[in-house]
């Protein structure tokens, strides 16, 4: 018997990889998206846009087996795909793991320093407290849309997944550029904040994608983390990405957070998941660690790269980070202050 899946968001870096793990499993995949895309031709690509609720309602009105909504950021989206009962069996909705709070109520969303980063058992598990749900932050929405998805009063059975920072071919805001534009630009020397030791949990879209493909295979209401086997330090994640450019720096580590160093994953205190939950649930197995991942996703940089700036392939990158993210003048001032006195390799 042929599953039919509808992957919402399906342009996006998630989406994608999910439309290649369903199709892979034998499902029929509808890819919905806001504007029109090139998809393989077992792909059906519809029109949709998922703030217009007759858009949805028309866009599912053959039905699906399951819905998988990697655009989901509200309280008002959810009552949005619980209202879809009747036109889907079940869903798979993305969250986050900024929904977490530690005993002291502090999040990452509202971290201003380090005395107000949160600070973490390793690993967290589901169960650990999160923020309070409301229209705050990011982080307030996403917790109001997981309350509602999972209610007890709600039919639908809903798998939430909750990914941490998201890695993987077709990104707008690729952490990795941080370091594979320094190893294009051959820079001699790389700095890395907090010693180099920050982890910040990554989530590879294979990875995400296969956690999909069971929780569609195995509908039920859920809520699980979905990140990489391993929480890898920034130094692991630079050695990495150089080893893949051959690319060869000098490299400092720097105490603290000074202003220089400062990477996407950069944080003063361990953020890592824990994924039994998955494993005893789903029987999941990764596709593979970030560090095998990584290949796929330098690649794809290197790529956009090619014959365009960075502030050109990836504008939201900027937006997000502002140009000082490749300011070579400080970092090199900082070496020319400090490297008779830190350690480096």
């Known amino acids: 018997m042929s599953k039919n899946a509808f992957v919402l968001g399906a342009s996006g870096q998630v989406g994608r990889a999910v439309i ?37 309602v028309e866009a599912l009105a053959g039905g699906a087996d399951v819905l998988i909504d990697c655009v989901a950021y509200s309280e008002t989206h959810a009552h949005q795909v619980l209202a879809l009962e009747g036109l889907i069996g079940s869903a798979v909705v993305l969250s986050s793991v900024s929904v977490y709070a530690d005993s002291s109520g502090r999040t990452l969303d509202e971290a201003r320093g380090v005395d107000e980063f949160p600070e973490f058992p ?42 941490g920072a998201i890695s993987g071919p077709g990104s707008v805001h690729p952490r990795e550029l941080w370091f594979v534009k320094r190893a294009l630009d051959h820079r001699p020397v790389q700095l890395l ?6 982890q910040f949990h990554t989530s590879s879209t294979v990875n995400i994608a296969e956690l ?12 699980l983390n979905a990140v990489d086997p391993k929480a890898s330090t920034t130094t692991e994640i630079g050695s990495r990405i150089n080893e893949i450019l051959d690319h060869h720096p000098v490299k400092f580590v720097v105490p603290g957070s000074p202003g220089v160093g400062d990477t996407p994953w950069s944080v003063p205190k361990p953020f890592v998941m824990d994924m039994s939950e998955a494993v005893r649930d789903l029987g999941y197995k990764p596709e593979m660690d970030y560090a095998e991942a990584l290949q796929n996703t330098v ?27 490749f300011d070579y003048v400080a970092e090199d001032a900082w070496v020319q202050q400090h490297e008779g006195q830190n350690g480096h390799s």
Do not use: C
């Open 20 to 56: 290649n793990s369903l199709l892979s499993d034998g499902w029929h995949v509808r890819a919905g998206s806001r504007t029109a895309h090139e998809w393989p031709a077992d792909v059906e690509g519809v029109l949709v846009d998922r703030e217009v609720d007759s858009s949805m």
């Open 299 to 325: 690649d794809w940089i290197v790529s956009a790269l090619r014959g365009m700036g960075w502030q050109d392939a990836f504008p939201t990158f900027l937006r997000a980070n502002g140009p000082e993210t």
């Open 193 to 198: 904040n907090w010693g180099g030791q920050s």
């Open 122 to 163: 390793v690993p967290v598990f589901e169960s650990q407290t999160r923020t309070q749900p409301g229209d705050r932050t990011y982080s307030t929405r996403k917790v109001a849309m997981e309350d509602v998805l999972v209610s007890a009063d709600a039919a639908l059975p809903v798998t939430v997944l909750r990914p």
């Open 212 to 223: 999909v493909r069971l929780a569609a295979n195995q509908p039920a209401r859920r809520v």
